[in-house]
């Protein structure tokens, strides 16, 4: 998938979470944190594209993208499978701790269940596209939904700018609407302190 579908999923995965889970009192900096985070999951497993947003905005990216993709053994690799959660999710950690003594009353344990969840959608996400995502490794063996190959999504193709894309759109002013009221009354205490 693209990284736009993939910022618009990570989102939407959060905001999912966000309404079925209860609500622990969170500042607004924890919030802006946490969505933060979230789109940086979001796109995090890409980082082994030598085109990966990341790369592309850094002077000599280019070329560090391409010794980066060589060593994590190219595109849809080691960052898209369970062990690349695994070892995300423990950099996420150590970057949060390390940062936490100039993070004010930011509630760290969110902000990184809003890295994991951005994180596990862009996995979900690739998982519906031709090519799927080796959940395994080291077990070389690409998983995907549905099975036949023939039904999954082509990453940049019609399907995915018009169907996926407009769908978790669709999803996410939904949710929005839905929950406007609860929302508002939140920002209102909250800005209101
Ligand atoms: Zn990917």
Request: hydrophobic share 55%; charged share 10%.
């Amino acid at each position: 998938m693209t990284a736009r579908t993939h910022d618009v999923a990570a989102i939407t995965a959060l905001a999912l979470v966000a309404v079925t889970h209860p609500a622990p009192a969170l500042t607004l900096s924890t919030i802006l944190a946490a969505l933060l985070a979230n789109q940086v999951g979001g796109i995090a497993p890409d980082i082994d594209q030598p085109t990966a947003p990341l790369w592309r905005n850094l002077p000599v990216g280019k070329l560090f993208g391409k010794v980066f993709d060589t060593l994590i053994g190219g595109h849809r690799f080691i960052s898209h499978s369970l062990l690349g959660a695994v070892l995300f999710g423990l950099l996420a950690n150590a970057v949060l701790h390390f940062l936490q003594p100039v993070l004010g009353n930011i509630d760290i344990s969110i902000v990184w269940w809003a890295f994991m969840i951005g994180l596990f959608s862009h996995l979900i996400m690739d998982t519906c596209t031709k090519e799927g995502v080796p959940w395994l490794l080291p077990i070389p063996v690409k998983f995907g939904i549905p099975p036949l190959k023939r039904l999954r999504v082509t990453t940049g193709k019609w399907q995915e700018t018009f169907l996926v894309l407009p769908a978790l759109v669709a999803i996410d002013i939904w949710l929005f609407a839905s929950y406007y009221i609860p929302l508002m009354h939140y920002l209102h205490h909250q800005l209101m302190r």
